[in-house]
């Protein structure tokens, strides 16, 4: 599974953003898929995850409330809708892709996209 992340850029303290994750593999719906975010000088951290099925979803206590996963198994594609952002979510967002394991882990992931930066301005 290749894994292409998109739609950072910069926005206000308050304002969303959108990320996609688009994938190519014919097996997309098999993996269970996350998001991580690594900000400067801090370890890469969970942020959220969805099953395979989509009927599982995974936050972090951080962004529980402000932040939706989602994915489109027909267009191969997962999708992180980000509202409310604070100064403290600007980050590089990687999406991720595992067949098992604990989702909330960086080591259960087999697959990884490059990173997309967010940064929240004041």
């Known amino acids: 599974v290749q894994l292409q992340a998109s739609g950072g850029g910069l926005v206000q303290a308050g304002g969303s953003l959108r990320l996609s994750c688009a994938a190519s593999g014919r097996t997309f719906s098999s993996y269970a898929l996350g998001w991580f975010r690594q900000a400067p000088g801090k370890e890469r951290e969970f942020v959220t995850a969805i099953s395979w099925s989509g009927g599982s979803t995974y936050y972090s206590d951080s962004v529980k409330g402000r932040f939706t996963i989602s994915r489109d198994n027909a267009k191969n594609t997962l999708y992180l809708q980000m509202n409310n952002l604070k100064l403290e979510d600007t980050a590089a967002y990687y999406c991720?892709?595992?067949?098992?394991?604990?989702?909330?882990?960086?080591?259960?992931?087999?697959?990884w996209g490059q990173g997309t930066l967010v940064t929240v301005s004041s």
């Open positions: 991720a892709a595992t067949i098992g394991g604990e989702v909330r882990t960086y080591d259960s992931y087999d697959y």
